[in-house]
């Protein structure tokens, strides 16, 4: 990925980070609400600093939530941070060096691994386009990330909803969220987009009061 692409994932975080606190501090006096907005704007322009100077995708309550709504189709969201050593079929694996390429034969065969239930050749193509290292958390935070981008869906993801026209964009990227016709794009088991909608806004405002009260999401460490 060029410096280009990873630049433009940070635009409109600002707007982003605006309405946040407007949503969370509607009830408080002027001066408390004109002090959550400069700190959310400040940690707005300390994520582009960081996003600059690490070439990484930032964390915005909007794409975390996304990012948590994923992990619930695919089945990864109930195991915490375990998810993210998860092999298809539910057994784990120990240490984050790299994808683990462990072939399971459950109802179906397949080598999916970690919170987005990557597959070996898409884990190599997203790790080389972002030059990573390891198959961490925050490695594969940032894989999925560019997934999205990578489907045009980065700017409906920061807009703060959770679409059919959005999940039908990432179907082809993960088998369990449902297309237009509510179907899977690979013909395996999806999950209904109106349970992935119920579970998204509710993390959602989950996340976006956790960033009004302790400032900007961190990313995850390997």
């Not at 909007?62 to 998810?83: M, Y």
């Not at 237009?180 to 998204?200: H, I, M, N, R």
Request: charge should be positive; proline fraction near 5%; charged fraction near 20%.
């Amino acid at each position: 990925m060029d410096m280009a692409l990873r630049l433009r994932s940070g635009l409109g975080l600002g707007m982003c980070a605006l309405s946040a606190a407007l949503t969370i501090c509607a009830g408080e006096s002027a001066t408390n609400l004109q002090g959550a907005m400069a700190a959310r704007l400040s940690a707005t322009r300390d994520l582009r600093a960081q996003q600059l100077a690490n070439q990484a995708y930032v964390m915005t309550p909007e794409r975390k939530a996304l990012l948590n709504t994923i992990r619930f189709a695919e089945g990864t969201w109930k195991q915490g941070n375990d998810g993210y050593r998860t092999l298809y079929g539910g057994s784990t694996f120990e240490g984050f060096e790299k994808h683990p390429e462990r072939v399971i034969v459950k109802r179906y065969t397949s080598a999916a691994a970690g919170a987005y239930q990557f597959l070996p050749r898409t884990w190599a193509m997203a790790a080389g386009k972002l030059g990573l290292g390891d198959f961490g958390p925050r490695n594969q935070d940032q894989a999925a990330l560019y997934l999205i981008e990578r489907r045009d869906a980065l700017d409906e993801t920061d807009a703060g909803e959770l679409t059919p026209q959005l999940l039908a964009k990432l179907a082809p990227e993960w088998a369990s969220l449902p297309t237009l016709s509510k179907t899977s794009y690979y013909g395996q088991p999806v999950k209904k987009a109106k349970d992935l909608q119920e579970f998204y806004e509710d993390n959602l405002e989950q996340l976006r009061r956790q960033a009004a009260l302790y400032g900007p999401l961190p990313l995850l460490f390997s």
